[in-house]
Every structure is written in C-alpha cells, then in structure tokens.
C-alpha cells in the first residue's frame, strides 16, 4: 500500500476496457492519417492510472505477445490488479502502485505504446507536468501515446454541474456519502419539467447524465478537487513543450471522435477561426472530451501506400438490401443506416463479410483493385460502418474463459477485440 491518502482507495472506479485505447487500433488510426507506423507482432505497453487493471488485464490475456506495465497510486487497486493478474497467470503483465510525480523512479526502459485515459485533466498542474515529462521520456522513437482529457467548451457546461455538486454536497463528509448524495440531488434536478428554452433543456440533460453513471463516476468526475478541461489549442502547445505532435484522434471513427466532414475546411475558408481553428470546430460541434493519439516529433506524415491498405483487414455486418432510385446496390448497418457503394467491386467484397463476423479477411484478397477501393472504404471505416484492422485479434489463440469468468462478476466481458459486451448478451 502507498502511504499517501488517495481518493480512489476510499472510494475505487469502476474501470472498464477502453475499446478504442487497444495497441491495434491506435497503430490504424496512425497509419491511416500518416503516423508513425507500429509493429504488432511483439511491443511493450504502458498505462498510467490503470486503477484495477481491467483495461490491461484483457489485453494481456489475449496478447500473450506483447509485454504490459500498470501504474497507479491507488494501492488498494494495484492489489486487486495483482490479484486478477496471479489468478489469470499472467507472465507479460506486471503492477506498480506510485504516484506519478514519484513514477519515473518505478520505470524503466521505454514502451511503444503509453495509455493515460482519465488522467490529463484529473490532477494540478505539477503532476500534470509530470505525465507529460514521464511520457515524453519514456515513449520509443516511432512509439505512441493515448492522453485523454475533458475539453473545452462543451465541458463548461458539465464544469457548472461540478461547481453545483461540490456546493451542495460541501457539508457532507466521505467520498461515498458525498457521491450518492450529488445522484440524489441531481435526480431531482433531472425530475423537473424544463421549458422550452434550449439552456434550461441543455442543463436538464446533464443532470440527467449524471443520474445515469456509477457512483464512482459522480465522485471522481464531478467531485475531484482537480478536473480542468483544455482548449485543444492550449493542450496541443502544452504537449509540443515536450517534444509531442499530435497523430489522430482515437475514436475518430466512433461518435464520440467524429467531427463534421469539411467543417474545418469551410471555417477556414471563410475566415472564421476564431484563437484556433480546431477550437472553433470543437465550439460548433459541442466537443466535451478528446482522445487524441501522439508521437515525438516533429512529425513526418506519410499517407498509407495502397501496399500497406491491401495488407490491413476489414471486417463488415454490412447486409445488401433494396437499390436505391438511381440504381446504386445499398448496403444496410445493424443500426438502420443504409450505406451507398458506388463500386459494384466494393459492394461484393463486402458481402463476403457479414457471414464471418467479428472476422476480417484481408483487403488485398478481397477487394481486386486496391487503389480504387482504398477511398470508400476508409470513408465507411471513418462513419463507423465497417472496420479495418492490422491485425486480426481472432487470431491470438487464446480462448476468453477464466478472464470472462473473472470479469463477469462484474457484468461484462471483454472480447479479443477489446470490446466489452454485457453478461446478459452472452447468455
């Protein structure tokens, strides 16, 4: 156990995987937007705040492979981490309980991939620092970091929910206490019958968000003594002080990463781009969080060969359904979005894959003319509607059940593909 009091011993997170945090899909957000190209068959991995483990423990079941490390100040995490490491075996994951300001003494050697999810925004400006220094330090030449952080404006408006929560909840002593007394209060907030007025509707939905998370999300994200949300301008000067440009986003092609195509486009070209243009992209699109991807730079972009395309795989629940009026085949998402391929070698290719999903097969073998299709399908990838992969996780070898088992003590399950499903789905 650390000596020092950390608030997530008195009350722990409750962590889940991180899907778009997984080596693989960092590695395919860098190359398809020109990064630092990453080798899958052996890398080292580290995650700063892994609390319990449960986003390490599942990639180290199934990446037998690759070399994980932990950190966390929390000591009463890093033991039921070691714990779920010991019962699972584990040889190529290993825990360390240290704060960051003190992590740099713990480590050594340096990590191809470094994943900080929850951390940037959540500590002062010192650690903060810190991280960064840690990071830039231990990051290899060609390696990438995950650094999530709340962002502004959209997280203002969450910021005022806080400010309203540690008001009302001052009085109160112990994490716990405090955090069911912010759902409770903020239930009653969200009972309310909001007018008309957009503010009025915006704030209701907040409080709403609220009631609808763990309580030890209310606590860590509402009732921390540090959360401060960054304009991306001022993150991206922040971390380029430490010799780091930014790749990707993350979850670019999840809705939580996705911004508006040709937005920043049209700002710029009609001059309207406000301290930054990505600031003003983050302003008309209500952006409350980034995950974005880094490397040191400076960085040298290099957009993807149609060689390297043809070696990714894509893997599809794309189903033909009825033409459209002008004759196109349409494709149909399990969501109820309708897609229009344009190519009729696109479309066929595509609908080999359904019957073998979650499995990809490779771009090259599948679709005839590579340079033709590259195009369309990052754009189908980009919305979210198929997937491409460098490698395929189906492949590792290593079946889910002592870690489903484990896991589904606490409702889910977590797949090869670093998905996370509830238990009820798998019964």
């Given at each position: 156990m650390v000596a020092r009091s950390d608030p997530y011993d008195e009350l722990p997170y409750k962590s889940l995987p991180i899907e778009w945090a997984a080596p693989e899909r960092l590695a395919l957000a860098s190359l398809l937007h020109g990064g630092p190209r990453q080798q899958l068959d052996a890398y080292a991995v580290l995650e700063l705040g892994c609390g319990n483990g449960a986003n390490l423990l599942p990639l180290a079941y199934y990446r037998r492979h690759a070399t994980f490390v932990g950190l966390d100040g929390a000591g009463s995490q890093i033991e039921v981490a070691n714990a779920r490491r010991s019962a699972l075996r584990l040889s190529n994951l290993s825990f360390v309980a240290a704060d960051l300001a003190d992590a740099a003494e713990q480590l050594s050697g340096e990590f191809d991939f470094i994943v900080a999810h929850g951390v940037f925004s959540w500590v002062p400006d010192e650690v903060r620092d810190a991280l960064l220094e840690l990071c830039a330090r231990r990051l290899r030449p060609g390696g990438l970091l995950y650094l999530n952080y709340n962002s502004r404006p959209g997280w203002n408006l969450r910021g005022l929910v806080r400010d309203f929560l540690l008001a009302q909840t001052a009085g109160t002593t112990g994490l716990p206490t405090r955090a069911r007394e912010a759902h409770d209060c903020s239930a009653r907030v969200a009972s309310l019958t909001a007018d008309e007025h957009p503010f009025t509707q915006l704030i209701i939905n907040e409080f709403?968000?609220?009631?609808?998370?763990?309580i030890s999300f209310i606590a860590h994200e509402y009732l921390a003594a540090h959360n401060r949300p960054?304009?991306?301008?001022?993150?991206?000067?922040?971390?380029?002080?430490?010799?780091?440009?930014?790749?990707?986003?993350?979850?670019?092609?999840?809705?939580?990463?996705?911004?508006?195509?040709?937005?920043?486009?049209?700002?710029?070209?009609?001059k309207l781009t406000g301290r930054a243009l990505d600031d003003t992209v983050d302003l008309l699109c209500y952006r409350q969080m980034h995950s974005p991807i880094l490397a040191r730079g400076p960085l040298n972009r290099s957009a993807p060969s149609p060689e390297e395309f043809a070696n990714l795989l894509v893997a599809s629940c794309l189903t033909p359904c009825t033409q459209n009026g002008g004759g196109s085949s349409m494709l149909q998402h399990p969501s109820g979005c309708l897609v229009e391929v344009t190519q009729e070698a696109v479309r066929t290719g595509l609908t080999e894959l359904p019957a073998i999903w979650p499995r990809g097969l490779p771009i090259g073998a599948t679709f005839p003319d590579v340079s033709r299709a590259m195009d369309e399908l990052m754009l189908l990838q980009r919305n979210g509607l198929i997937e491409l992969r460098c490698v395929e996780p189906g492949d590792f070898g290593v079946r889910g059940g002592p870690l489903n088992r484990l896991e589904a003590r606490d409702g889910y399950i977590t797949t090869p593909y670093h998905t996370c499903e509830a238990v009820s789905e798998q019964t």
């Amino acid at each position: 156990m650390v000596a020092r009091s950390d608030p997530y011993d008195e009350l722990p997170y409750k962590s889940l995987p991180i899907e778009w945090a997984a080596p693989e899909r960092l590695a395919l957000a860098s190359l398809l937007h020109g990064g630092p190209r990453q080798q899958l068959d052996a890398y080292a991995v580290l995650e700063l705040g892994c609390g319990n483990g449960a986003n390490l423990l599942p990639l180290a079941y199934y990446r037998r492979h690759a070399t994980f490390v932990g950190l966390d100040g929390a000591g009463s995490q890093i033991e039921v981490a070691n714990a779920r490491r010991s019962a699972l075996r584990l040889s190529n994951l290993s825990f360390v309980a240290a704060d960051l300001a003190d992590a740099a003494e713990q480590l050594s050697g340096e990590f191809d991939f470094i994943v900080a999810h929850g951390v940037f925004s959540w500590v002062p400006d010192e650690v903060r620092d810190a991280l960064l220094e840690l990071c830039a330090r231990r990051l290899r030449p060609g390696g990438l970091l995950y650094l999530n952080y709340n962002s502004r404006p959209g997280w203002n408006l969450r910021g005022l929910v806080r400010d309203f929560l540690l008001a009302q909840t001052a009085g109160t002593t112990g994490l716990p206490t405090r955090a069911r007394e912010a759902h409770d209060c903020s239930a009653r907030v969200a009972s309310l019958t909001a007018d008309e007025h957009p503010f009025t509707q915006l704030i209701i939905n907040e409080f709403r968000f609220v009631c609808d998370k763990d309580i030890s999300f209310i606590a860590h994200e509402y009732l921390a003594a540090h959360n401060r949300p960054y304009w991306r301008s001022e993150f991206l000067d922040l971390v380029k002080g430490h010799g780091l440009d930014h790749v990707a986003d993350a979850d670019f092609s999840y809705d939580s990463g996705r911004s508006p195509e040709d937005l920043a486009h049209w700002l710029s070209e009609h001059k309207l781009t406000g301290r930054a243009l990505d600031d003003t992209v983050d302003l008309l699109c209500y952006r409350q969080m980034h995950s974005p991807i880094l490397a040191r730079g400076p960085l040298n972009r290099s957009a993807p060969s149609p060689e390297e395309f043809a070696n990714l795989l894509v893997a599809s629940c794309l189903t033909p359904c009825t033409q459209n009026g002008g004759g196109s085949s349409m494709l149909q998402h399990p969501s109820g979005c309708l897609v229009e391929v344009t190519q009729e070698a696109v479309r066929t290719g595509l609908t080999e894959l359904p019957a073998i999903w979650p499995r990809g097969l490779p771009i090259g073998a599948t679709f005839p003319d590579v340079s033709r299709a590259m195009d369309e399908l990052m754009l189908l990838q980009r919305n979210g509607l198929i997937e491409l992969r460098c490698v395929e996780p189906g492949d590792f070898g290593v079946r889910g059940g002592p870690l489903n088992r484990l896991e589904a003590r606490d409702g889910y399950i977590t797949t090869p593909y670093h998905t996370c499903e509830a238990v009820s789905e798998q019964t």
